[in-house]
């Protein structure tokens, strides 16, 4: 089948793309994880209200150039919106599974150095280390807090590198997910390759340098945010993001996400100001939402989830009452 063949259906493309990309690693033990995960947590709470379960995707995906990588293609996302984000989920009562990118953000992580083994500890003699004085605290907070979320079955973490990895858990998460109907979320933050070299036709070596021109030809990644509200998890409440470097178009690219993909809400955010203000476009509303600087070291992500987690509230109770 020819992957670049565009009147081909979205569900077309979706199979092919993943009919021919490389095998996931460890599906099984993934599976079983997210069955876990789900099943402990989607027993109605003490208080009768059925508990709510976010998937938030974070950190880039890459598309590589090579069977054996040697190179690929990155899209920018350092993890942070989707590490503070998930702070803010557990707080609010969501149990999450983090989807990431290695080596990005991690929840809890915020305020330690970009080393943190090597930075936070230091020898006191050949043979024992201790934490430095001056991070004792935000340790000491990264331990307990990313402890009690792991341990208290609220925080599944799993790691991806390509979008091949990305969309095939996206699809195994999400398909886990539909049993939980509108108490599901997913708070796609990822950015997430546009283009990406199929794997039947990458090369299976290094590309070898010596000619003048690299001639790579990228194909466009099928539209999957259709397939997860129309396939994977229809009844779950569906929240993507739309990232512009020109503030003149965002909010129409939002608003035309919105539409096209059938989200429950597009967050649209600009490169050099995402971390002070966004916009949560809906169709009933566009509503901006700022970072409260009055307060320290608080953060978008403080008021975005909180008006995030109340229209999924709302939209639970619609469900039930259409029922
Ligand atoms: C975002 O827009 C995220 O907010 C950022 C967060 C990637 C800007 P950081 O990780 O940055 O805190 O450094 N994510 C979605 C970007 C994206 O690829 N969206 C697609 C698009 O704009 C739709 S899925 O077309």
């Given at each position: 089948m020819d992957s670049t063949n565009g009147s081909q259906t979205l569900e077309a493309q979706a199979e092919a793309f993943f009919d021919s990309a490389p095998p996931l690693q460890n599906t099984h033990q993934i599976t079983q994880k997210l069955d876990q995960f789900i099943q402990h947590k989607s027993s109605p709470s003490t208080n009768g209200d059925?508990?709510?379960?976010?998937?938030?995707?974070s950190g880039g995906t890459t598309a590589p150039l090579e069977q054996r990588c040697v190179r690929y293609v990155d899209n920018f996302s350092s993890g942070h919106r989707g590490a503070t984000s998930t702070e803010y989920f557990?707080?609010?009562?969501?149990?999450?599974?983090?989807?990431?990118?290695?080596g990005s953000f991690q929840p809890f992580c915020r305020s330690l150095?970009?080393?943190?083994?090597?930075?936070?500890?230091?020898?006191?003699?050949?043979l024992n280390i201790q934490v430095r004085e001056a991070y004792s605290e935000a340790v000491k907070r990264a331990i307990v807090d990313h402890h009690a979320a792991v341990t208290g079955g609220h925080l599944l973490k799993?790691?991806?590198?390509t979008i091949f990895e990305y969309?095939?858990?996206l699809q195994l998460i999400a398909t886990s997910m539909r049993c939980l109907g509108p108490c599901a979320m997913f708070y796609l933050a990822a950015a997430v390759s546009d283009f990406y070299v199929p794997w039947k036709d990458m090369v299976e070596h290094k590309i070898q340098s010596g000619s003048h021109?690299?001639?790579?030809?990228l194909v466009q990644v099928p539209k999957m945010l259709s397939m997860l509200?129309?396939?994977?998890?229809?009844?779950?409440?569906?929240?993507?993001?739309?990232?512009?470097?020109?503030s003149n178009i965002l909010l129409n690219k939002a608003a035309t996400a919105l539409e096209k993909y059938k989200m429950h809400a597009v967050v649209a955010n600009e490169l050099t100001t995402r971390k002070e203000h966004v916009v949560v476009v809906t169709s009933a509303d566009n509503i901006i939402v700022r970072r409260d600087k009055s307060l320290s070291g608080n953060d978008v992500e403080n008021p975005l989830i909180k008006l995030l987690s109340?229209?999924?509230?709302?939209?639970?109770?619609?469900s039930s009452r259409q029922v």
């Open positions: 059925a508990r709510r379960i976010v998937c938030v995707t557990l707080k609010a009562g969501y149990a999450v599974i983090f989807l990431y990118r290695r150095p970009d080393d943190p083994l090597v930075e936070c500890f230091e020898p006191t003699d050949e799993l790691p991806f590198n969309l095939q858990m021109f690299l001639d790579v030809q509200r129309k396939d994977w998890a229809p009844l779950a409440f569906c929240v993507s993001f739309k990232l512009e470097t020109d109340e229209r999924h509230a709302a939209y639970i109770k619609d």
